[in-house]
């Protein structure tokens, strides 16, 4: 099952913190859940109400995702894409006056996110911030935001400003200080959580890895529709009775066939030459175990 922390209904005023800006701009963020799916639905917590199949959060929350992707829309703004396996947690400011859009505050300590903003909704001065575990992202208008954010082992953070009318990002450093501007259409990585380990070009992507490929059955249709492989044909009468190419002709042999054959023993064979072992009929041995050692003299060329 889906895992929910609900919260309070928004319709109670009561329950919601006095500083909420739902009461004037709504809620932050709208969570799709797909109940019929609860590997790959994402876990919601926080201040939030279910309706229709979605977590609606009011003013913070905190969204994981689970096998796949989470697409999550923030009103004002755009879409949040949480890739698979990460967490991220949301909250407004609360500080902004009365009647302005709050200015969002993301935080996430591992995974990948993607963020789409609207020029319009971007703009203004209520910036937003995404924050790591080294690293202050401020995502502030005018412009068309397409950033993705990636973090990798031992720091290593990728930050990708996509676009021509790409927004002001800054990133700055929580621990050393210091600031650098993603230019648009940049793709930087901060190697070991450091400003100081800048790739300006960097060449992987920042973003959602791409799914993984299913294993097993490469024609899961062709299987479905009656069109998978069929099995080996069993042999039928007429390529039972078919002669087989005979790679060793004195491997095939009766149980009846003891005594030699005059015409084999009367001729010498080429290769021996004037040997005298070629033309010597095995006159000593007689039975089974004298046609047996005649077997094994053919196949080592001493008839």
């Known amino acids: 099952m889906i895992s929910v922390a609900f919260a309070p209904p928004l319709c109670a005023q009561t ?47 905190t969204v994981t995702s689970g096998a796949v992707t989470t697409e999550i829309v923030l009103p004002h703004r ?6 698979a396996s990460t967490t991220v947690k949301l909250a ?5 006056p009365a009647g302005e859009v709050p200015g969002l505050m993301m935080a996430m300590d591992h995974g990948a996110v993607e963020m789409s903003f609207a020029a319009s909704l971007a703009a203004g001065r209520n910036s937003d911030i ?29 930050v990708d400003n996509a676009g021509a009318n790409a927004p002001y990002v800054v990133v700055s450093s929580v621990f050393d200080g210091g600031a650098y501007r993603v230019q648009p259409g940049q793709r930087v990585m901060f190697q070991h959580g450091s400003l100081h380990e800048v790739v300006d070009q960097e060449k ?6 791409p799914p993984v ?7 899961p249709l062709a299987q479905s529709e009656g069109l998978a492989p069929l099995p080996a044909p069993i042999p039928t009468a007429a390529n039972q ?16 066939d003891h005594a030699p054959q005059p015409a084999a023993d009367a001729t010498p064979s080429p290769s021996t030459g004037a040997n005298s072992h070629a033309t010597k009929p095995a006159k000593n041995k ?10 094994f003299r053919r196949i080592f060329g001493a008839e």
């Open 92 to 96: 407004a400011d609360s500080s902004v």
């Open 15 to 61: 329950a919601l913190a006095p500083e909420s800006p739902t009461t004037e701009t709504g809620p932050i963020a709208i969570v799709p859940l797909d109940s019929k799916n609860p590997d790959k639905a994402a876990t919601v917590t926080g201040a939030l109400e279910v309706s229709q199949g979605k977590a609606i959060i009011a003013a913070s929350g």
């Open 130 to 158: 995404l924050l790591t575990p080294d690293f202050r992202i401020l995502i502030a208008g005018p412009g068309a935001a397409e950033v993705k954010v990636r973090l990798g082992q031992q720091g290593d953070t990728c």
């Open 286 to 295: 007689s039975g089974f175990f004298g046609g047996l050692g005649r077997f």
């Open 241 to 256: 009775n078919a002669a087989a190419p005979q790679v060793l002709e004195p491997l095939v042999y009766k149980s009846a």
């Open 213 to 219: 490929a299913p294993q097993g059955n490469e024609f």
């Open 204 to 209: 992987e992507p920042c973003g959602c890895p």
């Open 78 to 83: 755009g879409v949040l894409r949480v890739c």
